[in-house]
């Protein structure tokens, strides 16, 4: 349309001189088409496989010069936000291989925020100045975990710490919350623990904090006080677990965390009282409480994006310019990229921008959409990136949602924002205000456990249901769009061949469950599950961040056996959240649990789904410990696979007494994750397995696996679930094919230095290191070792 245009501006001068304001019209539709470009060229990075070197930024460069001369700005303004992501990445990673010289470092750094969970658990957001003695340009922000009770601290206090720090990591498993985007959407790229406290400085009180206390002394005694914190400062540490779920299965998150409609109320409320003094009175008072609520808020990817509208909507109105909503869109995300490129990793962006890209399709498709209709199209549109960011759905969430918006629209949320106005100058009156919110939130929640008790709110689905919502969505789309109809084609093909039955094969999957085992054999929806890995004492566990959403995505709703190697945390941590999430047809384990729990022993044989299962030990159930585990060889005939839990050289020994040949198997998960008190050189002579994989924590303390362990696995692949994510193991013709699932995706999901550039150079310190990654060439494929 454009092109057609601007071909009838130049044939026609007449046309031209007659509609000169259509001159104006391209020009602002052109500059939208860049604003959209560079906002696409940004948003690939999310796509990357690798992270590009500054040979890459130089060829770009190099291909955006032409285009410059030859004005083809769209491919210009793309390649723009390409480089943009590009410099902003590895400008704000590159301190990241300063890391690798020690696991201890010494920093110090300025406190953003402390979060208690617990009496001896604290969570520290710092900025760090220096590591080791050095500056750091520009001040990167880490998260560490201290478990010790600390003095309360306020917010730029000066701190000199002993830490172990490590990049930003988290589990890789096909299901399951991605922990390192979800790091880097907050800005966070390295985490650790806090070993020792060095020296603090305490700062004086800042501005908010002094707020803050005003406004907690105001809301002191009331039942929900914490969600009072939240809902004005952004404070959420105070929220229970059992309250996120209320709130993630009624689809409310968004309004418990501050986000964009917060800020709008408080613009709205500014402008009515702006008001008094003119429109650009009104204006300036709209833009000043949007500012200081931001500041309140902690400045959350949610509350500067509509701070940014809001900034640009007022100098539209200062200067009596009426733009269209979506160019205001527009310039928001591209200000927020340029002001924030990890934003674009955080969920929150994504869901708070493309429900107001709906919102503004709903005002062109319908004049005045209803508020059912537009939470219906919500409903519909972001169901797909709900699905793909959180993996299940909240059917109450369209009905809830009518029902509690007007509630905290219009009575609890301008209710607290007022009240926190007033909590400075008259602390009994922001009390009565804070109460009346309180009384609205003990009404919302009551209603929300009277729901939850009766049906389940939050419903986990498989995996195809994503794709398939996707597909639906985009049939939908392209039938009420108008011109979109001949996508219909392509769309019902796709839903044809995603329908088309595909054979089943049994499939066993080594789960990334951090320092711990857990490993999934399935065929269809049937399972069987040995060990569940590790529960941590601040409420983390394995069972909600990898067993359950794998299970969710495969479509497993029964498991056949649960199986116990034996009682460690680190293997039996979840036995009671997996006997409480899905019915289990058998229990066997080496340590007696409970009454229904059958006694792991040697001889044990069952067939399953086509697979034979044999257990080689113990000869008799001991006490759960770590020579007493139960070790599980399975066989589909051609290949075997030998599940070999915690044994060390004892129970290793006895094994080889008792049967030596019986041990030979083409897969081995080894003994107690690669520690040098297991994997004897006779026992995994015994076994010499064809592949290996560790199931060992990501730069753990202990070092595992063991260098000298996998030295002695040198004839086979090797994989470390904490290096190399889950493992997903399937028959072959030819033997096992192995997939890692840090081998695919985009480049912050990578294995090995993700953060580090496609061509960049090793830093000495890490050449000089022994690593136990070193691919070697034993086998066809690349080889971990």
């Known amino acids: 349309m454009l092109v057609f245009l601007e071909s009838l501006l130049i044939r ?35 796509l990357w496989p690798w992270l590009p070197s500054w040979e890459w930024g130089g060829l770009m460069l190099l291909i955006a010069l032409p285009l410059a001369c030859y004005r083809c700005w769209r491919l210009l303004f793309l390649l723009l936000g390409i480089l943009w992501m590009q410099a902003s990445l590895q400008y704000r990673l590159a301190w990241l291989d300063q890391l690798e010289a020690q696991v201890s470092h010494i920093i110090t750094a300025r406190l953003q925020s402390a979060e208690p969970e617990g009496d001896k658990f604290v969570r520290l957001l710092l900025r760090v100045a220096s590591l080791d003695g050095q500056a750091l340009t520009p001040e990167p922000l880490v998260r560490i975990n201290a478990y010790q009770a600390l003095p309360a601290l ?86 229970t677990d059992e309250q996120w779920t209320l709130f993630r299965g009624s689809g409310l998150t968004h309004i418990i965390a501050i986000s964009g409609q917060h800020i709008a109320l408080v613009a709205v409320l500014g402008w009515w009282l702006g008001r008094l003094f003119g429109l650009r009175g009104a204006i300036l008072v709209a833009l000043l409480f949007a500012a200081v609520y931001s500041w309140l808020a902690g400045f959350a990817v949610a509350t500067e994006r509509a701070l940014i509208m809001v900034l640009v909507w007022s100098l539209l109105r200062w200067r009596r310019r009426e733009w269209p909503a979506y160019r205001i869109w527009l310039w928001a995300f591209v200000v ?82 007022i009240g926190v106005l007033l909590a400075p100058l008259w602390g009994w009156l922001a009390h009565g205000l804070f109460w009346l919110a309180d009384l609205g939130l003990q009404w919302v929640l009551w209603v929300l ?55 089943v094969r049994w499939q066993m999957r080594v789960l990334d469950v951090g320092q711990g085992l857990s490993v999934l054999i ?62 289990v047809r058998h229990e066997l384990s080496s340590f007696e649990f409970g009454k229904l729990t059958t006694l792991c022993r040697r001889g044990q044989r069952w067939r399953w789904q086509g697979l034979d299962f044999v257990v080689l030990w113990p000869e008799q159930p001991g006490r759960g410990h770590n020579n007493d585990g139960c070790v599980l060889q399975i066989s589909d005939g051609n290949r075997r696979i030998l599940l070999s839990a ?43 397995a064809r592949y290996v994989v560790h199931s060992a924590g990501f730069i753990n303390q202990w070092g595992f696996p063991r260098p000298e362990v996998v030295a002695r696995y040198q004839q086979a692949s090797q994989w470390v679930t904490g290096l190399d994510g889950a493992i997903l193991v399937e028959p072959l013709a030819d033997g096992l094919g192995i997939r890692a699932e840090r081998d695919h995706g985009p480049w912050y999901r990578r294995g090995g230095a993700w953060w580090r550039p496609v061509g960049w150079p090793t830093s000495p310190s890490a050449m000089s290191r022994p690593d136990p990654q070193q691919r070697g060439a034993a086998d066809p494929k690349p080889v971990r070792k």
């Open 646 to 688: 915690d044994i060390e050289q004892e129970a290793e020994r006895r094994l080889l007494a008792l049967g030596r040949g019986e041990l030979a198997s083409t897969l081995l998960v080894s003994p107690h994750h690669g520690s040098r008190t297991s994997s004897t050189p006779a026992f995994v002579t015994a076994v010499n």
């Open 336 to 417: 927020l990229v340029l002001w924030d490129p990890f934003a674009l990793y955080s969920a929150g962006f994504w869901l708070s921008f493309m429900a107001v890209a709906l919102l503004l399709a709903a005002g062109y498709m319908e004049a005045k959409p209803g508020l059912v209709r537009l939470q219906g199209l919500l409903l519909i549109g972001l169901l797909p990136l709900q699905l793909a960011l959180f993996e299940g759905i909240a059917p109450l969430a369209l009905l809830l949602n009518l029902l509690a918006l007007p509630l905290f629209c219009i009575g609890i949320i301008p209710l607290a924002l």
């Open 12 to 46: 026609h001068p007449a046309f031209y001189e007659s509609f000169g304001h259509i001159e104006t019209l391209l020009n602002t539709c052109t500059m939208d088409l860049r604003l959209l470009s560079f906002a696409l060229g940004a948003s690939s990075s999310l």
């Open 154 to 239: 306020p917010a730029g206090s000066r701190m000199t710490l002993v830490v172990s720090l490590k990049p930003a990591h988290g589990l890789a498993n096909e299901a399951g919350m991605d922990g390192r985007r979800l790091l880097l959407g907050k800005g966070i790229t390295a985490t650790g623990n806090l070993r020792r406290i060095i020296e603090t400085q305490a700062a004086a009180p800042g501005l908010r904090e002094r707020w803050l206390a005003e406004a907690a002394a105001s809301w002191q005694g009331l039942t929900h006080a914490p969600l009072l914190s939240a809902l004005t400062f952004g404070e959420q540490s105070g929220i």
């Open 522 to 583: 399935t065929r269809g929806e049937r399972g069987i599950l040995y060990d569940t890995g590790d529960r941590y004492p601040g409420g983390y566990n394995m069972a909600d961040a990898a067993i359950l959403p794998v299970l969710n995505r495969l479509d497993v709703q029964v498991l056949d056996y649960l199986i116990i190697s034996h009682k460690d945390r680190d293997h039996a941590g979840n036995r009671r959240a997996i006997l409480r999430a899905l019915p």
């Open 449 to 503: 456990t009277q729901l939850a008790s009766q049906w389940q709110l939050w419903w986990p689905v498989p995996g195809w249901v994503m794709p398939v919502s996707a597909l639906l969505t985009l049939l939908w789309g392209a039938w009420h769009v108008p011109g979109a109809r001949p996508l219909l084609i392509p769309v019902v093909a796709a839903l044809l061949l995603a329908a088309w039955p595909t054979p």
